[in-house]
């Protein structure tokens, strides 16, 4: 699979999702939950950033040598 493809799925899949969950919530809900979806996601881009970025930092926030 190509990655084009693996991306296309992800982004049927979640449209699917939100399509299924939509029809038992009011827009009220729907706007609540859009809004925490969106929250987790930034939290979980802002850990992968974080340990991408780990090594190239260390714990003084200067470089890899530490200096």
């Known amino acids: 699979m190509s990655r084009n493809d693996y991306g296309t799925k992800l982004v049927l899949a979640a449209t699917a999702f939100a399509l299924?969950?939509?029809?038992?919530?009011?827009?009220?809900?729907m706007n609540?939950?859009?809004?925490?979806?969106?929250?987790?996601?930034?939290?979980?881009?802002?850990?992968?950033?974080?340990e991408v970025s780990e090594p190239l930092f260390g714990q003084n926030g200067n470089g890899k040598d530490g200096g």
Do not use: C, T
């Open 20 to 29: 299924d969950i939509s029809r038992e919530l009011s827009a009220d809900e």
């Open 32 to 50: 609540v939950l859009g809004a925490f979806l969106n929250v987790v996601g930034d939290q979980l881009s802002l850990m992968a950033a974080s």
